[in-house]
């Protein structure tokens, strides 16, 4: 069964300092890999697609990284701002098929 | 920038009595989803539409829940009677082709509060 991993499940961190989350999956055969933000009360946003022969692609602050041979991704934010308090979500999606699989997020909370 | 349109932002309604949700996709994306995701927890979807064909509604409680997207463009999920446990909020989503590599792009979201 396709799976989706993340850690940790909550993270809290002060304003200014970097953090990075986590995303393991068992997703075969391996298509694409997203990260979505989803701020408190509103639809997730994507921030990243990687494909099979991506290891890292950034989106300003946000950076992920891909390792396909040990099935994992990581979502690195530096400089951490307030407004990055929000709800990250993995989507890893097969090849050949319509329905991607989510994760259950990481909620991330940055304190002043 | 285009976005997926949702309506009612908010809805409270009593256990047992009819509620509708909105969705107007982008436009020309031939994909639409509907998800329902429980706080704390990721979307989980319900029901996937290729134009007005259902694709795959093998989640969707169908003793209480119908959607439909009859003219292929716009949908509306109902959930009749609705019971404490639907209480969630109802994300519909929209990408050009259902392929695994196009980008879902997700409407604000609709919260169902059932008391």
């Known amino acids: 069964k396709n799976q989706v991993e993340q850690s940790p499940q909550s993270l809290i961190i002060l304003e200014g300092k970097n953090c990075t989350l986590q995303?393991?999956?068992?997703?075969?055969?391996?298509?694409?890999l997203r990260w979505y933000k989803q701020d408190t009360g509103r639809g997730p946003v994507s921030l990243t697609i990687?494909?099979?022969?991506?290891n890292t692609k950034s989106n300003g602050r946000y950076t992920a990284t891909l390792d396909a041979d040990t099935k994992q991704s990581s979502l690195h934010i530096t400089a951490s701002q307030l407004s990055d308090s929000a709800s990250y979500i993995c989507v890893v999606s097969a090849r050949g098929s319509y329905i991607p699989t989510f994760g259950r997020g990481t909620s991330l909370i940055v304190h002043p | 920038e285009a976005e997926v349109a949702q309506s009612p932002r908010y809805k409270i309604t009593e256990k047992s009595q009819a509620v509708a949700f909105w969705c107007d996709p982008i436009?020309?994306?031939?994909?639409l989803y509907w998800y329902r995701q429980i706080l704390g927890q990721g979307p989980e979807l319900l029901v996937q539409f290729q134009d007005e064909s259902v694709v795959d509604d093998s989640q969707l409680p169908k003793d209480r829940f119908s959607a439909e997207r009859l003219k292929g463009v716009d949908s509306t999920l109902k959930i009749q009677p609705a019971e404490l446990g639907d209480s969630a909020m109802y994300l519909c989503?929209?990408?050009?082709?259902?392929?695994?590599?196009?980008?879902?792009?997700f409407g604000e979201g609709s919260w169902l509060t059932v008391v």
């Open positions: 990687m494909t099979f022969s991506e």
């Open positions: 995303c393991n999956y068992t997703v075969s055969p391996f298509s694409n």
């Open positions: 436009s020309g994306h031939a994909t």
């Open positions: 989503a929209s990408s050009l082709q259902p392929r695994s590599g196009n980008t879902i792009y």
